[in-house]
């Protein structure tokens, strides 16, 4: 099996239960077991311009899975769970039920038209870094560091959702 990092959103809708409910579905998938869930963080609307406060707030969450299916399959798997949370695809970086990224893959680097991995932007995205860090302090992201490092330097930009 191998052990892949996912990180989980939305700002539409009942997110905690869609965040939930993705989970779960996750999980009744017979080639995937959920190993690990970090807490539930919110932040801010990211936008292709930046931080946008006129946007629903996000909910996020970050899991370590181990799977036998391959990148492809589990993007495909992933973007299933998705559409039957109500994930409507209309426009890049649009406010959505529910968002499902694939952020690392065992060790493996892909870079596809449909797939990179390890995420070209998980780097840099708090909401990705701070609930990973909370489930593996010892976690690296290839050609970037230590997870907690990265974090830490952005810790302020998410909270903890009560």
């Not at 959103?9 to 009744?28: P, V």
Request: with cysteine; hydrophobic share 45%; charged share 20%.
């Amino acid at each position: 099996m191998t052990r892949a990092i996912l990180a989980l959103g939305g700002n539409l809708g009942d997110i905690h239960k869609n965040l939930l409910s993705a989970i779960s579905t996750l999980g009744e998938n017979p080639d995937l077991r959920v190993n690990k869930v970090s807490s539930f963080y919110a932040s801010n609307a990211l936008t292709l311009d930046g931080i946008d406060k006129t946007k629903p707030d996000y909910l996020n969450a970050v899991i370590e899975v181990s799977t036998t299916l391959d990148p492809q399959q589990l993007l495909a798997f992933c973007n299933q769970v998705e559409l039957g949370l109500g994930r409507v695809r209309q426009e890049r970086w649009a406010s959505r039920t529910i968002d499902i990224d694939i952020i690392t893959f065992g060790e493996e680097l892909i870079a596809t038209e449909s797939l990179s991995i390890p995420h070209p932007r998980a780097f840099e995205r708090a909401f990705v870094l701070v609930p990973w860090a909370q489930i593996d302090s010892e976690a690296s992201l290839s050609g970037h560091g230590k997870v907690l490092d990265l974090a830490n330097s952005l810790k302020d930009q998410v909270w903890i959702f009560a």
